[in-house]
């Protein structure tokens, strides 16, 4: 009976302390609850002497060290400081302001280890406005309608002189530009959802659609233009009249743009016919997108002020101007040829190029203040423009390559029905729904007057490899019919172009290994940026310090068991708020796998410190678990927001098994390398304590996820939005749509003939006309039936057929 009472008396004790830890009890509130019950144990007599004494000898020193704060602060942090500024990572000016750029928004709940995740579901549904759908309706399907591919990229090399004309008078250029300045005065879901329309069409027209109103002069005047600059440029921009392009990329300036060599020198000089304080300017820059045809330059260099001219500083910093291509100097039009898709992309140059300080965006009040403005409004470009570019391919290939498979046949039998191609099709189907939840939950934020800075990392890199994966698998499925070039391959500038779209805006290898984790770790950890900024104080404030470490290490605790605490159960009796039972299962995996994803950052850079800036790899695994929570998030996001609809779930449990199991991967490998080989392991057995949790979704899964797309349905309307469909009857989209839109009633026709086949009816050497022929004479099809499937079975053959040349190649035979 007594070792009964033992038993339970350090069950009790242990799980008053886990209880606490698990919670984050305040101090004063675990010191009373487990003191007082020690107390009673002690006096009740229920502990032998020796276990009693262990646990006071835990207790009391834990419970000075959590109370007595002066004491603590006199002798431990005021000592450790030292050591703790060895162990903080240095941050550059440039990293520095790249850190205060943007806000974080629900990827901090995901960071912290316990997403509140009805605050995501309260945040309203993105809409469109009446205007904005008009626009969609209207302008912008006429757009589509005036666009050939084919001939822009193969032919002319660019946008026909009448498809220029209409982007600028229906002001497609000023998408973003407030209507008090001319502009259309567009949400972001608006913009992204244009340019993700546009570009179903011809991403060459996308592109240069969106970069007006992306990351450039249009997006820098609205933020810290001077009122002269705003009233002058932005209505002349919402119009066309001038076609902006903005110069951030040399020669020997990529990725690391902060290094950019390109100069300005503050000096006397002539301008006008008169003598003023201006800016002589030096640059060579490339990859410039409207460069060859922009009639307004945003330029981003580093200025110095020699002659102590401004100020007192010789080194300003990087400073952003805009500039008129016609100012003598300017040198643009020549051009560079990306992957030979037609949007205009060009270098320019200038050497001694004199302009005078009010050319600065924002004015001399803005300058030394480019690298942040530019950080600042980078999260356009990310968050908008190329997961709107990376959404369309998904659309695309949804759409036409799922209708493609439905119709091709191969052993009397359509492709669609080989598990080969169900792989390929169920990738394209579960991706493109994460594309698509993530494309508006993202602009969505922008709508909300977020600058979500990590957010936008993560949909860039991960929605445009995503995009490389979908595209890649339609080729397979396709195979010859889209390796053949022409007007009727649909697919081929998608294919060809994807590494633009991995390459700008930060390079995808860079975003995920530096970016993601990297800021992603600082800006969204509830206590790091406070640390930092503490300890590298040259005077720090000793009680400050000691709060947020205090805190730190509560945190720390609390997830440390969370995750004990979630694996030894399988984060069963997680607490979830959806009610679909399938669903629910994943929800509360996520918030098992948010608590692992904190615990694993804390101990990484307890452990490792400022050396983990340098072990990108490991970086880059803790970042891909965060981005797979965010986007697993923004898959519940748009099942919520379409209030939960039966025929989504089984994308919602493919697009979550996935995501658990590239996290679950991520883990694997980051345990695999991580230094310290014991902490590694411990890791692994706290987290994953019976072995691996997650794998990728069953084949059965796959096969229930292609259905929707292999026939017409409202879920894959619903998908696909806004992709284009031509009205034109010599098109390949019409023509597959048309036949798709048919297959369902005709399917039981081609099992007649195929049966009668086998039966020996209809000889198996006739053509396919031939044996219509047969079995409308042998009463097997009725004379309306046999047209059906004649005229279907044309349909069909057009569908598959690939374009024919003369043999110099420049005319199109069929």
Same mark, same amino acid.
Request: aromatic share 10%.
């Given at each position: 009976? /007594?070792?009964?009472?033992?038993?339970?008396?350090?069950?009790?004790?242990?799980?008053?302390?886990?209880? !606490?830890?698990?919670?984050?009890?305040?101090?004063?509130?675990?010191?009373?609850?487990?003191?007082?019950?020690?107390?009673?144990? %002690?006096?009740?007599?229920?502990?032998?002497?020796?276990?009693?004494?262990?646990?006071?000898?835990?207790?009391?020193? +834990?419970?000075?060290?959590?109370?007595?704060?002066?004491?603590?602060?006199?002798?431990?942090?005021?000592?450790?400081?030292?050591?703790?500024?060895?162990? /903080?990572?240095?941050? !550059?000016?440039?990293?520095?302001?790249?850190?205060?750029?943007?806000?974080?928004?629900?990827?901090?709940?995901?960071?912290?280890?316990?997403?509140?995740?009805?605050?995501? =579901?309260?945040?309203?549904?993105?809409?469109?406005?009446?205007?904005?759908?008009?626009?969609?309706?209207?302008?912008?399907?006429?757009?589509?309608?005036?666009?050939?591919?084919?001939?822009?990229? =193969?032919?002319? @090399?660019?946008?026909?002189?009448?498809?220029?004309?209409?982007?600028?008078?229906?002001?497609?250029?000023?998408?973003?530009?407030?209507?008090?300045?001319?502009?259309?005065?567009?949400?972001?879901?608006?913009?992204?959802?244009?340019?993700? @329309?546009?570009?179903?069409?011809?991403? #060459?027209?996308?592109?240069?659609?969106?970069?007006?109103?992306?990351?450039?002069?249009?997006?820098?005047?609205?933020?810290?233009?001077?009122?002269? &600059?705003?009233?002058?440029?932005?209505?002349?921009? +919402?119009?066309?009249?001038?076609?902006?392009?903005?110069?951030?990329?040399?020669?020997?300036?990529?990725?690391?743009?902060?290094?950019?060599?390109?100069?300005?020198?503050?000096?006397?000089?002539?301008?006008?016919?008169?003598?003023?304080?201006?800016?002589?300017?030096?640059?060579?820059?490339?990859?410039?997108?409207?460069?060859?045809?922009?009639?307004?330059?945003?330029?981003?260099?580093?200025?110095?002020?020699?002659?102590?001219?401004?100020?007192?500083?010789?080194?300003? $910093?990087?400073?952003?101007?805009?500039?008129?291509?016609?100012?003598?100097?300017?040198?643009?039009?020549?051009?560079?040829?990306?992957?030979?898709?037609?949007?205009?992309?060009?270098?320019?140059? $200038?050497?001694?190029?004199?302009?005078?300080?009010?050319?600065?965006? $924002?004015?001399?009040?803005?300058?030394?203040?480019?690298?942040?403005?530019?950080?600042?409004?980078?999260?356009?470009?990310?968050?908008?423009?190329?997961?709107?570019?990376?959404?369309?391919?998904?659309?695309?290939?949804?759409?036409?390559?799922?209708?493609?498979?439905?119709?091709?046949?191969?052993?009397?039998?359509?492709?669609?029905?080989?598990?080969?191609?169900?792989?390929?099709?169920?990738?394209?189907?579960?991706?493109?729904?994460?594309?698509?939840?993530?494309?508006?939950?993202?602009?969505? +934020?922008?709508?909300?007057?977020?600058?979500?800075?990590?957010? *936008?990392?993560?949909?860039?890199?991960?929605?445009?490899?995503?995009?490389?994966?979908?595209?890649?698998?339609?080729?397979?499925?396709?195979?010859?019919?889209?390796?053949?070039?022409?007007?009727?391959?649909?697919?081929?500038? /998608?294919?060809?172009?994807?590494?633009? !779209?991995?390459?700008?805006?930060?390079?995808?290898?860079?975003?995920?290994?530096?970016?993601?984790?990297?800021?992603?770790?600082?800006?969204?950890?509830?206590?790091?940026?406070?640390?930092?900024?503490?300890?590298?104080?040259?005077?720090?404030?000793?009680?400050?310090?000691?709060?947020?470490?205090? !805190?730190?290490?509560?945190?720390?605790?609390?997830?440390?068991?969370?995750?004990?605490?979630? $694996?030894?159960?399988?984060?069963?009796?997680?607490?979830?708020?959806?009610?679909?039972?399938?669903?629910?299962?994943? &929800?509360?995996?996520?918030?098992?796998?948010?608590?692992?994803?904190?615990?694993?950052?804390?101990? *990484?850079?307890?452990?490792?410190?400022?050396?983990?800036?340098?072990?990108?790899?490991? #970086?880059?695994?803790?970042?891909?678990?965060?981005?797979?929570?965010?986007?697993?998030?923004?898959?519940?996001?748009?099942?919520?927001?379409?209030?939960?609809?039966?025929?989504?779930?089984?994308?919602?449990?493919? %697009?979550?098994?996935?995501?658990?199991?590239?996290?679950?991967?991520?883990?694997?490998?980051?345990?695999?390398?991580?230094?310290?080989?014991?902490?590694?392991?411990?890791?692994?057995?706290?987290?994953?304590?019976?072995?691996?949790?997650?794998?990728?979704?069953?084949?059965?899964?796959?096969?229930?996820?292609?259905?929707?797309?292999?026939?017409?349905?409202?879920?894959?309307?619903?998908?696909? &939005?806004?992709?284009?469909? *031509?009205?034109?009857?010599?098109?390949?989209?019409?023509?597959?749509?048309?036949?798709?839109?048919?297959?369902?009633?005709?399917?039981?026709?081609?099992?007649?003939?195929?049966?009668?086949?086998?039966?020996?009816?209809?000889?198996?050497?006739?053509?396919?006309?031939?044996?219509?022929?047969?079995?409308?004479?042998?009463?097997?099809?009725?004379?309306?039936?046999? &047209?059906?499937?004649?005229?279907?079975?044309?349909?069909?053959?057009?569908?598959?057929?690939?374009?024919?040349?003369?043999?110099?190649?420049?005319?199109?035979?069929?």
């Amino acid at each position: 009976m /007594m070792d009964l009472i033992h038993v339970i008396s350090v069950a009790v004790i242990i799980g008053l302390v886990f209880v !606490s830890a698990f919670f984050r009890l305040r101090p004063i509130f675990w010191t009373i609850l487990i003191g007082v019950t020690l107390v009673f144990i %002690s006096a009740s007599n229920y502990l032998s002497l020796f276990p009693l004494f262990i646990c006071w000898l835990i207790y009391l020193p +834990a419970a000075a060290f959590a109370n007595l704060s002066q004491l603590r602060q006199r002798r431990i942090i005021a000592p450790a400081l030292a050591t703790l500024r060895k162990q /903080m990572p240095t941050i !550059s000016t440039t990293e520095r302001e790249a850190l205060e750029a943007g806000n974080t928004w629900w990827e901090k709940e995901l960071f912290c280890g316990r997403p509140r995740w009805k605050n995501l =579901f309260k945040i309203p549904k993105p809409t469109l406005t009446t205007e904005e759908q008009l626009f969609l309706d209207n302008q912008v399907e006429t757009l589509c309608r005036l666009l050939n591919d084919w001939e822009i990229v =193969f032919k002319e @090399k660019n946008l026909p002189e009448n498809v220029w004309r209409y982007l600028k008078s229906e002001k497609f250029f000023g998408m973003v530009i407030p209507k008090e300045y001319g502009g259309l005065g567009f949400s972001a879901l608006a913009h992204s959802t244009v340019v993700m @329309k546009i570009a179903t069409r011809s991403l #060459s027209t996308a592109v240069n659609t969106m970069v007006p109103n992306s990351l450039g002069p249009g997006e820098l005047l609205l933020h810290y233009g001077t009122d002269q &600059q705003k009233n002058y440029y932005l209505p002349r921009l +919402a119009t066309g009249t001038e076609i902006p392009c903005f110069a951030l990329t040399a020669p020997d300036a990529g990725s690391d743009a902060g290094a950019i060599p390109d100069t300005g020198i503050i000096c006397k000089g002539q301008f006008e016919g008169r003598e003023i304080t201006g800016i002589r300017l030096n640059w060579d820059k490339r990859y410039i997108t409207l460069a060859p045809v922009a009639t307004v330059l945003g330029l981003a260099v580093r200025l110095y002020d020699p002659e102590h001219l401004l100020g007192n500083s010789d080194d300003i $910093g990087i400073t952003l101007c805009l500039i008129p291509t016609s100012h003598p100097g300017v040198e643009i039009g020549t051009r560079h040829y990306p992957l030979q898709q037609a949007f205009m992309n060009g270098p320019t140059t $200038g050497k001694d190029v004199f302009i005078p300080l009010d050319w600065i965006i $924002g004015g001399t009040a803005m300058a030394g203040q480019g690298w942040r403005m530019l950080m600042e409004c980078l999260s356009i470009g990310r968050s908008i423009s190329l997961p709107a570019l990376a959404t369309a391919c998904g659309k695309a290939t949804y759409r036409f390559t799922g209708a493609y498979a439905r119709l091709r046949r191969q052993f009397n039998t359509s492709i669609a029905s080989f598990e080969g191609i169900e792989e390929a099709l169920g990738n394209i189907a579960g991706y493109t729904y994460q594309l698509e939840a993530a494309r508006i939950m993202t602009a969505g +934020a922008v709508d909300l007057k977020v600058k979500p800075s990590i957010a *936008s990392a993560i949909a860039k890199y991960h929605m445009t490899e995503l995009s490389r994966t979908v595209v890649a698998h339609a080729m397979d499925i396709h195979a010859g019919h889209m390796i053949q070039s022409g007007p009727r391959n649909f697919l081929a500038n /998608m294919h060809v172009s994807i590494p633009i !779209s991995i390459t700008v805006e930060g390079a995808n290898i860079l975003t995920r290994n530096l970016i993601i984790f990297g800021q992603g770790a600082i800006r969204c950890h509830p206590y790091l940026l406070k640390e930092v900024a503490l300890i590298t104080d040259p005077n720090p404030n000793i009680k400050a310090l000691d709060k947020v470490l205090m !805190s730190h290490v509560g945190f720390f605790v609390s997830n440390l068991l969370r995750s004990f605490a979630y $694996g030894l159960t399988g984060g069963r009796f997680i607490f979830s708020s959806v009610k679909n039972r399938a669903v629910r299962k994943y &929800q509360k995996q996520l918030t098992r796998m948010s608590a692992a994803l904190a615990l694993l950052a804390d101990t *990484s850079l307890i452990l490792l410190g400022g050396s983990l800036k340098r072990r990108e790899r490991i #970086s880059a695994r803790l970042g891909d678990i965060m981005s797979q929570l965010y986007l697993s998030s923004a898959v519940l996001k748009y099942y919520y927001d379409h209030n939960k609809p039966e025929s989504d779930v089984n994308y919602v449990c493919w %697009s979550l098994q996935q995501s658990l199991y590239k996290i679950q991967v991520a883990c694997d490998e980051l345990f695999h390398n991580f230094p310290n080989r014991w902490v590694a392991h411990l890791l692994h057995w706290i987290i994953f304590p019976w072995g691996v949790s997650y794998r990728a979704p069953k084949d059965t899964l796959h096969k229930k996820i292609i259905e929707p797309m292999l026939q017409p349905t409202e879920l894959r309307d619903r998908i696909t &939005q806004y992709c284009f469909i *031509s009205n034109d009857e010599t098109e390949f989209t019409y023509r597959v749509e048309n036949a798709l839109f048919q297959i369902n009633a005709i399917d039981p026709l081609m099992k007649t003939i195929h049966k009668a086949i086998q039966n020996g009816a209809i000889a198996s050497y006739k053509t396919h006309e031939e044996r219509i022929n047969t079995a409308e004479m042998a009463g097997l099809l009725s004379t309306d039936e046999a &047209q059906k499937l004649s005229a279907f079975e044309s349909l069909r053959q057009e569908v598959i057929k690939v374009n024919e040349f003369s043999f110099d190649l420049e005319q199109v035979i069929a």
